[in-house]
């Protein structure tokens, strides 16, 4: 685990225009005035809780580690409907206003899952199991950050990525969702959430397709998480978040990974941590309830 005594956060927020040249313009650095655009305002205090949750639950120093700087680009393309990690920063789009809409007050576990996905960087490029786990690991980081600045525990979070990124009309409640993987939403327009939560339904993809479907069979890892926290009870940042947290970022996930390795994986740190009681037979069982173990 990486610590400095007083780490500090340096956001930088550029705005490219509603053009595809990266990164654009710069609006809002550390320390600035708030700007007139709410989106930006709302990403820079996105950035500053993501910050926070890590520094102060894990004593990590910044999204690396290594206290690098968080950048965000805003506003990318016309009505883009996505978002990506460029490799230096992650980027937003506006939405298309059709199936999905960017409101800035609710886009906390958005930008969080865009950061923490540097948490696993060997298996950033990777596809099928270890691509997935990296989605996987992000998705349970962002949920975090959000319940730790609501507050909340294991049982009072809503458990859901990206709530109010659906637009109006699109029938859903968020984009994902980790206690019920493949219910986030099903619509006429946008179809039915094609995330999976056993491993009876992994969807087994080529490569140009999702990376072989590593947002689909995401919802194998993430569900057993959701079971973990809940189990064990309390806040789901110590205990739960502690295990995925040392499982990820001790240096023994290889990037070529499995479901079943990062199982394994999380089942040693919690007897390491905890030992053979309640925390182990939390993990053991959620891993084993999607088919993993």
Do not use: C
């Not at 990525?161 to 109006?168: D, E, F, Q, R, T």
């Amino acid at each position: 685990m990486e610590t400095e005594d007083t780490p500090a956060v340096h956001r930088e927020i550029h705005d490219a225009g509603n053009k595809d040249t990266l990164p654009g313009t710069l609006v809002r650095s550390e320390g600035d005035d708030p700007s007139t655009d709410e989106l930006v305002n709302s990403v820079y205090d996105a950035l500053g809780s993501t910050f926070d949750f890590f520094r102060e639950v894990y004593g990590r120093n910044s999204i690396d580690g290594k206290g690098s700087p968080l950048r965000v680009t805003v506003h990318y393309r016309e009505k883009f409907a996505n978002a990506f990690w460029d490799g230096e920063r992650f980027v937003l789009g506006d939405g298309d206003g059709e199936l999905f809409r960017l409101r800035p007050h609710e886009i906390l576990d958005v930008v969080a899952a865009g950061l923490a996905q540097q948490i696993t960087a060997p298996l950033l490029l990777s596809v099928k199991d270890p691509g997935a786990l990296a989605v996987s690991i992000a998705d349970v980081f962002a949920s975090l950050v959000k319940q730790y600045a609501l507050g909340q525990s294991a049982d009072q979070a809503d458990w859901l990525l990206g709530l109010g990124m659906l637009a109006p009309g699109v029938k859903g409640k968020a984009l994902r969702s980790l206690a019920a993987p493949g219910t986030a939403y099903d619509d006429d327009k946008l179809g039915k959430d094609p995330q999976v939560a056993h491993t009876n339904d992994y969807h087994d993809m080529p490569i140009y397709r999702d990376n072989g479907g590593v947002h689909i069979n995401s919802g194998i890892p993430n569900r057993p998480f959701h079971l973990t926290a809940t189990a064990i009870g309390g806040n789901a940042w110590e205990k739960a978040g502690r295990i995925w947290y040392d499982a990820a970022t001790g240096g023994k996930l290889s990037n070529e990974a499995t479901f079943t390795d990062f199982a394994k994986l999380t089942a040693t740190v919690a007897e390491e941590l905890y030992g053979t009681g309640t925390e182990l037979d939390a993990v053991n069982t959620a891993w084993k309830t999607v088919g993993v173990l």
